[in-house]
């Protein structure tokens, strides 16, 4: 009889420490899905997009696509850097109102 209320005292203080790790664990992630989601949203605001997967998706598209610019610039070929140039703010004018 003793023995019983010991395991059952053992295993309520395991469920008590993973309940106390689920619940920190689930309030730090939430503060950072929420702090993403607000950067996500402010960044979107002051470029005029929709906060949407696919507009972040574009934006990170064009931005990789300014940033060959600037490698093949670096590189000295002006043409495929133009082209990398033109290809990226087309894409990101497009996307920016």
């Given amino acids: 009889m003793q023995v019983e209320s010991f395991f059952e005292w053992l295993g309520q203080a395991f469920g008590k420490l993973i309940r106390f790790i689920v619940e920190g664990m689930s309030g730090f992630l939430s503060l950072f899905g929420n702090a993403i989601g607000s950067f996500i949203d402010g960044m979107s605001k002051a470029l ?36 990398w140039l033109f290809l990226g703010l087309w894409l990101l004018s497009g996307l920016i109102r």
Avoid at 53 to 59: E, F, H, K, P, Y
Avoid at 66 to 78: C, D, E, H, K, T
């Fill in 48 to 83: 005029g997009i929709a906060p949407s997967l696919l507009g972040i998706a574009v934006l990170v598209i064009g931005l990789l696509l300014l940033y060959a610019a600037v490698r093949a610039f670096m590189r000295r070929s002006i043409i495929g850097g133009l082209i």
